[in-house]
């Protein structure tokens, strides 16, 4: 059971580094957060999109991301509630006054339990990974390696694995470049400018997208 090839794995290690190297709504978020409330709460905002791609991963095993591909209507709702979310969090951004680049890490800032459900709610509110996991990791299944459910998840799992060895660095060099920003109040501010119009950018696009 699970017996691969060496060049499957170097196929699919490669295509998992390409994944989560590729700029997108978890990025944003993640690198938002270790920007704008420091370390800690950067990799509270990782953990909570692996909640949300762990989701994603366990419905392309389970087959039930074949209802959003399928399906029309639930493509759209769970693509607007998604959407509607990103907007929401970059407007928060954009109204804000730069605070939280300045805040002494004692207050203002949003705890690490609210910063992890944000994330699994960017995460699982965008039905373009649940796609994207059932077209991607299906190409990855080996007849007679195992169930097919099972390589699903297995592979799945092992993109979330290539993330703990890219993200957390990210987070590291993005917490140096926020300690800096929490100095100078006015870069702060054009950072949460900045930040605020991506995120309702990305939410725009997630509205806008097709099949």
Same mark, same amino acid.
């Given at each position: 059971m699970f017996e691969y090839t060496?060049?499957?794995?170097?196929?699919?290690?490669?295509?998992?580094?390409?994944?989560?190297?590729?700029?997108g709504p978890d990025i944003a978020f993640i690198l938002g957060q270790t920007l704008r409330n420091g370390r800690r709460q950067g990799f509270a905002g990782m953990f909570g999109i692996w909640?949300?791609?762990s989701l994603h991963v366990a419905m392309a095993a389970l087959g039930l991301s074949a209802i959003l591909a399928t399906s029309a209507l639930a493509f759209s709702i769970v693509k607007w509630l998604g959407a509607a979310y990103l907007i929401w969090l970059g407007i928060g951004?954009?109204?804000?006054?730069?605070?939280?680049?300045?805040?002494?890490?004692?207050?203002g800032n949003p705890s690490t339990h609210s910063i992890f459900w944000q994330g699994a709610l960017v995460s699982a509110l965008n039905?373009?990974? *649940?796609?994207? /996991? !059932?077209?991607?990791?299906?190409?990855?299944?080996v007849e007679?390696?195992?169930?097919?459910? *099972?390589?699903? /998840? !297995?592979?799945?799992?092992l993109i979330i694995v290539v993330a703990a060895f890219i993200e957390p660095p990210l987070i590291m060099a993005g917490s140096r470049l926020g300690a800096y920003l929490k100095r100078n109040r006015r870069v702060g501010l054009w950072m949460?400018?900045?930040l605020g119009?991506?995120?309702v950018t990305l939410g725009a696009r997630l509205a806008v997208s097709s099949k």
């Open positions: 060496a060049v499957h794995w170097v196929t699919f290690l490669s295509a998992a580094v390409l994944l989560n190297l590729s700029p909640a949300g791609a951004m954009l109204l804000s006054r730069g605070d939280s680049f300045i805040s002494d890490g004692q207050s039905p373009k990974v *649940a796609i994207f /996991f !059932l077209a991607f990791l299906p190409q990855f299944v007679g390696a195992g169930s097919v459910g *099972a390589q699903l /998840f !297995l592979h799945g799992s949460d400018r900045g119009a991506l995120f």
